[in-house]
């Protein structure tokens, strides 16, 4: 799939996946519009990609996504730049560690509006015009964690497990419109994603943002709505299709404990 000259839209693009993505994009010659919370990151990175690639332009757009109606001004944010969006990666995403019991209702809240409703606003956003051009991609950054429960991260799977529900769904009803539809699942990675939720785990068999965006620009050559990135992931996430149900629980949770 060829990039050069057209636009697309980052989330999450200050660090980890979606800093990956605007990197490799940049580089096939993709103008972009990056979207995060933290404008600083996003400015050094702007200057970083056009110095690299001068050819390319490059705008950021400052939003905290979290929060109710910021689709909706992340799409007023386009239109004042007068852009169209070509390709969508819906990247951003955020995971609360802990017994759901024991945490506070507002974050959980927040993590469901910036896993799902934050991410299907945007692609109402965006994928019509695509349909009607019959030319885009949307991508929607899914997770291992959407193939099983996840005690331990109770929310976070859900909303994940509902990325990916959603994203197939859309692959199916896009087909023949010429709009590529990919769900993008990463396992364990180093990224800022464990830092922010204070505490260790999943420290073994980690793969590199780079390795989980090769794994999606490969995919997105191929027609497969999903695609999990990671040999040992792809046998991890094959596991609930066999295994019973209160196992794939324990071992879920064991996972995912402290170290």
């Keep these: 799939m060829k990039f050069s000259n057209v636009t697309a839209l980052v989330t999450g693009a200050s660090g980890g996946i979606g800093e990956e993505f605007a990197v490799q994009l940049a580089r096939r010659g993709a103008n972009l519009i990056l979207v995060a919370r933290r404008a600083e990151r996003l400015e ?3 200057r970083t990609l056009v110095a690299r690639h001068p050819g390319i332009v490059v705008d950021i757009l400052t939003a905290d ?19 169209s969006v070509d390709v969508l990666i819906n990247n951003a995403g955020i995971g609360l560690h802990g017994k759901f019991v024991d945490q506070e209702p507002e974050p959980n809240a927040a993590q469901i509006q910036l896993n799902c409703g934050t991410l ?3 692609t109402a956003r965006f994928l019509p015009a695509m349909v ?16 099983q429960p996840t005690p331990g991260m109770a ?17 199916q009803e896009c087909r023949g419109t010429g709009v590529r539809i990919l769900a993008l699942c990463p396992g364990a990675t180093e990224t800022e994603f464990f830092d922010r939720t204070g505490e260790k785990f999943l420290t073994d068999g980690r793969q590199t943002a780079g ?26 996430a094959s596991g609930y299709r066999i295994a019973p149900r209160k196992l794939l629980l324990a071992v879920s949770e064991r996972m995912l404990k402290s170290s």
Excluded: C, I
């Design 44 to 46: 050094t990175l702007r």
């Design 65 to 83: 996504l979290s929060g109710a109606g910021s689709g909706a001004e992340v799409a007023d944010g386009v239109r004042e730049l007068g852009r």
């Design 120 to 122: 299907v606003d945007l």
């Design 132 to 147: 009607e051009r019959r030319h885009g991609v949307v991508l929607n950054v899914a997770s291992t964690a959407a193939f």
């Design 155 to 171: 929310v976070y799977g859900a909303t994940k497990a509902f990325v990916l529900s959603y994203t197939e769904a859309l692959w």
């Design 211 to 236: 390795q989980v965006v090769d794994t999606a620009f490969a995919a997105l050559d191929k027609s497969d709505p999903t695609v999990v990135s990671g040999l040992r992931n792809v046998l991890l």
